[in-house]
């Protein structure tokens, strides 16, 4: 089993539609949690980034952490077609040593059509 | 300030064969981090360099080598390639150390694309 375990879809929405990205994770070391973006042919880039249980909001994202059901969500409001991509989720643990070692989720591919 | 480059970005080699790829990181990044993407297996850790001493080691054979120089430029080695080694190769730069409000974002680069015949 995975350690982070992530829907890789495919998923096509309307524009203007409210989008949910979702992983679990297994691993309780895990901290800092991070959502990243990937056009075709590109590499990831990172949307958003969370450490605390809760939400947190970045204009149409809001990133959602519940470390109680070791549980990551994003949410996408007002898609646009230019939100086509694969999202990622990504974690890893905290300090020390482990700062260049993120684990990741299969990645979410989707579609936003006109 | 430029990105994360990496040569080269396509790549065709048979089985058996070795190859190297190169990362340039982003200026004053200290830590570089590869990984491989693959349809099946998603973005898996390699390694990461920090400081020209390996800091960090994935789930790889030992085929799979890398090593940081003295300007954090990274190479990595795969010997005697094999056919499920073709994926794209991706390296990400990072400071590589905290800071009191650092997340020590990792910048990927485009990634080189590898197959293996």
């Known amino acids: 089993q995975k350690e982070v375990e992530q829907d890789p879809g495919p998923l096509s929405v309307p524009e203007g539609a409210i989008v949910s990205l979702n992983c679990t994770y297994s691993?309780?070391?895990?901290?800092?949690f991070m959502w990243y973006r990937q056009y075709s042919r590109k590499g990831p880039e990172l949307l958003m980034y969370?450490?605390?249980?809760g939400n947190k909001e970045d204009g149409r994202f809001t990133a959602q952490v519940d470390k109680s059901s070791k549980y990551i969500s994003l949410f996408i409001r007002d898609s646009q077609p230019s939100d086509s991509a694969t999202y990622l989720c990504?974690?890893?643990?905290?300090?020390?040593?482990?700062?260049?070692?993120?684990?990741f989720g299969q990645g979410t591919i989707l579609t936003v059509h006109p | 300030k430029a990105g994360v480059t990496q040569t080269p970005r396509y790549l065709i080699k048979t089985r058996g064969q070795q190859v190297t790829l190169s990362c340039s990181p982003i200026?004053?990044?200290?830590?570089v981090s590869w990984y491989q993407q693959t349809p099946g297996q998603g973005l898996q850790f390699l390694f990461e360099?920090?400081?020209?001493?390996?800091?960090n080691k994935g789930n790889f054979p030992g085929r799979f080598s890398g090593r940081q120089f003295s300007n954090s430029r990274s190479e990595m080695n795969v010997s005697t390639l094999e056919l499920g080694d073709s994926a794209l190769y991706l390296c990400?730069?990072?400071?590589?150390?905290?800071?009191?409000?650092?997340?020590?974002?990792?910048?990927f680069g485009p990634g080189t694309r590898l197959t293996v015949l």
């Open positions: 990504a974690t890893r643990n905290a300090g020390g040593t482990s700062y260049g070692k993120l684990t």
């Open positions: 691993n309780s070391a895990f901290q800092y």
């Open positions: 969370t450490y605390s249980s």
């Open positions: 200026s004053g990044h200290r830590s």
């Open positions: 360099y920090f400081s020209e001493t390996q800091r």
């Open positions: 990400a730069s990072s400071l590589g150390t905290s800071g009191r409000a650092s997340i020590n974002e990792q910048f």
